[in-house]
């Protein structure tokens, strides 16, 4: 079974403050990506990555920036937290190539972060 | 040209009956539209897919109904249980882009 994982199920930061949020995926997959999620919004696309080193700009990408060291974490930065950002945030993985496959995003349970 | 619209945001049904959620989209690019079920303090899991070659899939009780000509897609789920209560997304993509674009999402509610 696919496994991701992330580093805290609950998070309680202060405004301005630096947060990481790690993710890491056990199968080997090349595409990683952050999502945050609130009430009535759905899923919205932070960023993402398809490799190594690599990093795309999602849907809002402003106030957020992500690392990508090795093929297994991908990590999700808030570079100054604030009250804007308290949300879950979700990770998932994919396969990389075309096929239903590599539709399938495999999800970790979240983390959600409180800003005060 | 790249939102799904999903429908309703929330809805409860009677243990035995049939929810259905309805989304909807306008680009006729894409040919994959999955459907996925949270549970509360997990992430989203793939439940079933479609592609637009096919109008209906069934799996178990769950069932995709897909109109190419409207650009809407359904889940139904028969014999609904308290067990499936759950938010439901809907979401679309290509299968040269690994994106998926999400629906809002329905949170359901099966009463027993």
């Known amino acids: 079974d696919v496994k991701v994982t992330q580093s805290s199920r609950y998070l309680v930061k202060r405004t301005g403050e630096k947060v990481f949020l790690e993710c890491v995926q056990d199968?080997?997959?090349?595409?990683m990506f952050w999502y945050r999620q609130d009430p009535g919004l759905g899923l919205r696309l932070i960023y993402f990555?398809?490799?190594?080193?690599?990093?795309e700009k999602g849907d809002i990408p402003e106030g957020y920036s992500v690392s990508r060291e090795k093929k297994e974490r991908f990590s999700l930065i808030l570079e100054s937290a604030s009250t804007n950002q308290t949300s879950m945030y979700l990770c998932?993985?994919?396969?990389?190539?075309?096929?239903?496959?590599?539709?399938?995003?495999?999800f970790g349970p979240g983390t959600r972060l409180t800003v005060l | 040209q790249q939102q799904v619209k999903q429908s309703p945001q929330s809805l409860i049904v009677q243990k035995g009956g049939i929810p259905i959620i309805n989304c909807a989209y306008e680009n006729t690019a894409f040919d994959y539209f999955p459907w996925y079920q949270q549970f509360p303090g997990k992430g989203p899991a793939l439940l079933i897919a479609i592609r637009p070659d096919v109008s209906e899939k069934k799996e178990g009780r769950f069932t995709i109904s897909f109109n190419k000509s409207a650009k809407q897609f359904s889940l139904h789920i028969m014999d609904s249980q308290p067990g499936d209560s759950a938010t439901y997304f809907c979401a679309a993509s290509m299968d040269s882009n690994y994106q998926l674009i999400w629906g809002a999402g329905t949170k359901l509610i099966i009463k027993p």
């Open positions: 990555s398809y490799d190594v080193k690599m990093k």
């Open positions: 199968m080997d997959h090349e595409n």
């Open positions: 998932a993985s994919s396969l990389q190539g075309q096929g239903s496959l590599s539709n399938e995003q495999f």
